[in-house]
């Protein structure tokens, strides 16, 4: 069974410019979570789907972040303009959509963003 | 969420039980005590979690203090790919559950 994969691995781009960043949950996972890493700071929750709709987004730091998962399958990640602080690394995580039991969240690799 | 407390570095010699020590003394009735890894450039892992009984995986035991206010994670033959940093989680089973990680105790497994 293949793991959350998250693309690109690493993203350079300047300040002023936008970029996308795509997470694949596990097949079938309804829940879809986004965290960032920034330098040197805890891993943060930043948002989280169920299917495609957004059930909490209290962690989005403003309205330069734009998450869409449409159909419920994948979701983006979209910083536009980006700025100097948002770069960090930033992880995805997907759970299926459980009552009760483990609800352990599976962790892509994470995506590298440098903003320049 | 309960707040967590762990220490911030570890070291552990190779072949050696790693004993990872977590205070949660605000834990809830309901909440259970997770734990995750995160080995270098690499994303967390989910390795454990109890409520109240000890458990015991493939990866790790843990171990829940009677009155649930500490608990300790226990990789019992350390290994140098156990070089990560460790963190304790209390949260609620099941549903949505938002992860709050803290700082962690970074390990070094020393050969």
């Known amino acids: ?116 | 969420d309960a707040k967590t407390t762990q220490p911030p570095s570890m070291d552990c010699a190779e072949g050696r039980a790693a004993n990872l020590p977590c205070n949660h003394s605000t834990i809830s009735g309901n909440e259970y005590v997770y734990w995750y890894r995160q080995i270098h450039s690499q994303g967390p892992q989910y390795i454990i979690h109890g409520l109240k009984n000890n458990e015991t995986n493939e990866m790790a035991s843990l171990i829940i203090t009677e009155d649930r206010k500490s608990s300790t994670l226990i990789l019992p033959h350390a290994t140098l790919r156990d070089t990560a940093v460790y963190y304790c989680i209390v949260a609620f089973s099941g549903g949505y559950q938002k992860v709050t990680f803290g700082i962690g105790t970074k390990l070094q497994v020393i050969p």
Request: hydrophobic share 30%; with cysteine; charged share 20%.
């Open chain 1, 1 to 116: 069974e293949a793991g959350v994969t998250q693309f690109p691995s690493h993203s350079v781009i300047e300040k002023g410019q936008t970029v996308t960043l795509r997470c694949d949950p596990i097949s079938g996972h309804d829940n879809l979570y986004w965290y960032r890493r920034v330098m040197g700071k805890e891993i943060k929750f930043l948002l989280h789907f169920v299917k495609e709709s957004k059930q909490d987004e209290s962690g989005m730091p403003n309205n330069r972040f734009l998450a869409e998962r449409t159909g419920g399958t994948y979701s983006t990640l979209k910083v536009q303009p980006a700025e100097l602080e948002d770069s960090g690394v930033y992880f995805c995580a997907s759970s299926p959509l459980l009552l009760t039991g483990t609800n352990e969240q599976f962790f892509g690799p994470g995506t590298r963003l440098t903003v320049l």
